[in-house]
């Protein structure tokens, strides 16, 4: 069965994008800072018949990520697909007035740094065969500016146009990358928010593999 690891895995979109590809036949690995957390979503998805685990990992502390990985890779071989969603509440947004050295560092060390980790542990291998998929999830703001969230967006612009040019440069390899970008308050009321419904944008991206980008575009109600 392929193996898909989301990293960033939580109650809401991770456990829906983990959902979607496991009744497509997927095994599933789940990242995210707390095994408690992790086992309590591996336990839903085993009820639904998805074969899952967690791992726990901290991307503020590098070390932890990369262990993680080669754990996943050690206990249920090679990873398919990567999906790159990972959230941080601790790190305070700026607005574009208020952004300094000190409060766009941490953001893009999160977010940028996290994802360029997360691929060079992967990426070897889905070199080395000719196939693998990469899915790097931001927010809308690094499409569209919001500057209440100035220093997010300037981390997340970053990991978009890294993650477009890795579109391009592993094209021809057979490796396939995606950036999704999420204007949406998920899960706030609108149907087009469910973050059951977003979930199957991932599927229907590594399904065509058509396209290096999706914008998710919905309003709350």
């Known amino acids: 069965m392929p193996l898909l690891t989301v990293i960033g895995?939580?109650?809401?979109?991770?456990?829906?994008?983990?959902?979607?590809?496991?009744?497509?036949g997927f095994t599933v690995a789940l990242l995210s800072r707390h095994q408690e957390k992790l086992d309590g979503l591996a336990a839903l998805l085993a009820d639904e018949g998805i074969q899952a685990k967690g791992f726990a990992a901290d991307i503020a502390?590098?070390?932890t990520l990369t262990a993680a990985l080669q754990a996943v890779k050690d206990e249920q071989g090679p990873i398919d697909v990567l999906e790159f969603s990972?959230?941080?509440?601790?790190?305070?947004?700026?607005?574009?007035?208020?952004v300094t050295p000190e409060n766009l560092q941490p953001q893009i060390d999160f977010y940028l740094g996290g994802a360029l980790r997360a691929a060079g542990a992967v990426l070897p291998d889905m070199i080395a065969r000719g196939s693998g998929t990469i899915l790097?999830?931001?927010?809308?703001?690094?499409?569209?500016?919001?500057?209440?969230?100035?220093?997010?967006?300037?981390?997340a612009a970053g990991l978009r146009n890294w993650t477009l040019n890795l579109h391009d440069a592993l094209q021809p390899q057979g490796v396939y990358v995606a950036h999704i970008a999420i204007s949406a308050l998920i899960n706030a009321g609108h149907p087009d928010a469910a973050a059951d419904v977003i979930a199957k944008s991932y599927?229907?991206?590594?399904?065509?593999?058509?396209?290096?980008?999706?914008?998710?575009?919905?309003h709350t109600a």
């Open 9 to 24: 895995a939580g109650p809401g979109l991770g456990l829906e994008i983990a959902r979607v590809f496991g009744h497509a």
């Open 61 to 63: 502390r590098p070390e």
């Open 86 to 98: 990972p959230a941080d509440v601790s790190l305070a947004p700026a607005s574009v007035l208020e």
């Open 136 to 155: 790097v999830t931001t927010g809308g703001g690094s499409i569209t500016p919001n500057a209440a969230y100035a220093n997010i967006g300037i981390a």
């Open 203 to 218: 599927l229907d991206l590594y399904v065509k593999r058509d396209r290096a980008e999706l914008h998710y575009v919905a």
